[in-house]
Structures are given as C-alpha cells and as structure tokens.
C-alpha cells in the first residue's frame, strides 16, 4: 500500500470535512479542551495503519490522525499529537496530558468503568498471520500450541493469549512494546506466527511483494472508540456530534476506503 498517495488523498477527504460542527461555536469547542482552541490528542504513533510516522520520520499519519484532524475542524480546534507509550496512556489522559486518545482503543465494559468514551467509530477482528511459504500449519488461535507466538503487549491480542493460556494452550510468548516489531521479528524468523487486530493485518498484507498472509480472522465483534477522562462529559458529547457528521457526509466511509481499501466503519454503526 502506497502510504503517500494514501497520504494525500485522504487529506483532500479531511479538508472537504472541514466544517465548524453545528450548535457548537469556535469559542464554546475551545472551552472544552485544556488549551483554548487546542485538540490534544494521545496516542501511540507506532501502529500503521492508525498512527505511525510518514516517511520523513517526522509527520503523523494514518487512519485516526487524519480522523482527529477532520474532527478537530468539525469543532473549529487545531489539534495537537502527543506520542505516548501504550502501557502509559490511560494514565495520561485521566491526568490531564492530553484532552482525549485516539489509538485504536477497543471499547470495553472495565475501561468504560474508569474512562468515558465516544461512540464507535470503527469494527475490528483479530487475526493470524505467517510468513507465506510458511511450514506452520495453524490456521486459529487454538493451533498455536508449542509456537512462538508474537503480539504486541497490553492490547486485545495480548487479553485474547492470555485467556487461551489460561484455558490451557501452552504456547511461547512474544510481548513487543510495538506491533511492527511483530512484523519484523516474523519475517527474521525469530517467532513463528502474529496475533494482531485486522486493521494492521491488511496494511503488512497489502504490498504485492507482501511476505505476509493471513490464515485465520476472528469475529468482527470488537469496536473502537475515542477515550476521554471519566466525567468529561462535555467534550465527549461534543466529539459524538462531530463523529455523527463525518459519518453522515460520508467522510468516514471515504476515510476507510483510502486507508484499507475496504469499508471498516460502517459496521461500528449499525
């Protein structure tokens, strides 16, 4: 997949989606955020296609940094990034470092009891994934007894091993700070299989010269949402109103088709 051409195109989707969110003045968004007419957004910038860094090195791209931009502008906000650690960015935003995380953040019955959250924007799965060509012949999770199994910590591949583990599997455990270390250390040999979410999968997948495929895909029973700090309210209703009109123009839809070439979001709004 051709990340700049994604890039640019993509952009032209956000500036089309451009438009001050309706009942909610410039002055009245900017009241909401911890710095006045500031969008400060969490997340972990080390998880393509979400959020990961565009070739110079330097730039945010990918699926929630252009959604955070559209969002932004949809409440008349410039928006700030902050790159934060997975293991670290609940902390973050329950103490005020960011106003909200935009990460690929699963919405749960425990988070939702410490955090609030937006609706869904987005339908996800786990997946599996082996080197083509690869002599492994585990096609779910239930196979993988007696491999090395990589996936990146404190995520739901991580809970789902787990609960396996616990149910009996015994299995080798590769805990990695960042899903693309998964992916290297796969094609180095170093670990036999990837236990991801669906949305990266499709990414690694999609060159042509890809040395990745995917052999099995959970349920699509998983949604993500924007996380914000318990009781602020306010901001998360205004963040609905904002995610409600990107759907409704079809900047969503756009959105996902020029990221994953398929439609991801549709599904998280039945």
Same mark, same amino acid.
């Given at each position: 997949? *051709?990340?700049?051409?994604?890039?640019?195109?993509?952009?032209?989707? %956000?500036?089309?989606?451009?438009?001050?969110? @309706?009942?909610?003045?410039?002055?009245?968004? @900017?009241?909401?955020?911890?710095?006045?007419?500031?969008?400060?957004?969490?997340?972990?910038?080390?998880?393509?296609?979400?959020?990961?860094?565009? #070739?110079?090195?330097?730039?945010?791209?990918?699926?929630?940094?252009?959604?955070?931009? =559209?969002?932004?502008?949809?409440? !008349?906000?410039?928006?700030?990034?902050?790159?934060? =650690?997975?293991?670290?960015?609940?902390?973050?935003?329950?103490?005020?470092?960011?106003?909200?995380?935009?990460?690929?953040?699963? %919405?749960?019955?425990?988070?939702?009891?410490?955090?609030?959250?937006?609706?869904?924007?987005?339908?996800?799965?786990?997946?599996?994934?082996?080197?083509?060509?690869?002599?492994?012949?585990?096609?779910?999770?239930?196979?993988?007894?007696?491999?090395?199994?990589?996936?990146?910590?404190?995520?739901?591949? &991580? $809970?789902?091993?787990?609960?396996?583990?616990? *149910?009996?599997?015994?299995?080798? #455990? +590769?805990? +990695?700070?960042?899903?693309?270390?998964? $992916?290297?250390?796969?094609?180095? !040999?170093?670990? &036999?299989?990837?236990?991801?979410?669906?949305?990266?999968?499709?990414?690694? %997948?999609?060159?042509? *010269?890809?040395?990745?495929?995917?052999?099995?895909?959970?349920? @699509?029973?998983?949604?993500? !949402?924007?996380?914000?700090?318990?009781? *602020?309210?306010?901001?998360?209703?205004?963040?609905?109103?904002?995610?409600?009109?990107?759907?409704?123009?079809?900047?969503?839809?756009?959105?996902?088709?020029?990221? $994953?070439?398929?439609?991801?979001?549709?599904?998280?709004?039945?």
């Amino acid at each position: 997949m *051709n990340m700049r051409k994604i890039a640019l195109a993509v952009l032209t989707v %956000i500036a089309a989606a451009g438009l001050t969110l @309706a009942g909610c003045s410039k002055k009245e968004a @900017a009241g909401l955020t911890m710095t006045k007419g500031v969008l400060t957004i969490g997340m972990e910038i080390g998880y393509p296609p979400m959020e990961y860094l565009a #070739p110079d090195g330097k730039t945010p791209i990918g699926f929630d940094v252009f959604m955070g931009k =559209a969002l932004a502008d949809k409440l !008349g906000l410039e928006v700030k990034y902050v790159d934060t =650690a997975w293991d670290g960015i609940f902390a973050g935003v329950t103490t005020g470092k960011y106003d909200c995380i935009m990460s690929s953040v699963t %919405i749960t019955p425990e988070r939702e009891k410490a955090h609030n959250f937006t609706k869904p924007y987005i339908g996800n799965a786990l997946s599996l994934v082996l080197l083509k060509g690869s002599k492994i012949t585990a096609r779910s999770p239930q196979e993988l007894a007696g491999l090395g199994v990589a996936y990146q910590a404190e995520t739901t591949a &991580d $809970f789902y091993m787990e609960g396996l583990a616990a *149910n009996g599997l015994k299995f080798t #455990p +590769y805990e +990695y700070e960042k899903v693309m270390n998964c $992916f290297t250390e796969l094609e180095l !040999g170093r670990v &036999d299989v990837i236990i991801t979410d669906k949305l990266v999968a499709v990414d690694y %997948i999609a060159p042509a *010269n890809s040395p990745f495929e995917i052999v099995w895909e959970g349920a @699509a029973d998983e949604v993500f !949402g924007i996380c914000l700090k318990k009781g *602020n309210d306010a901001l998360t209703e205004a963040l609905n109103g904002a995610l409600d009109e990107l759907f409704a123009d079809g900047s969503m839809l756009k959105l996902s088709n020029e990221v $994953f070439k398929m439609d991801m979001v549709s599904a998280a709004r039945p």
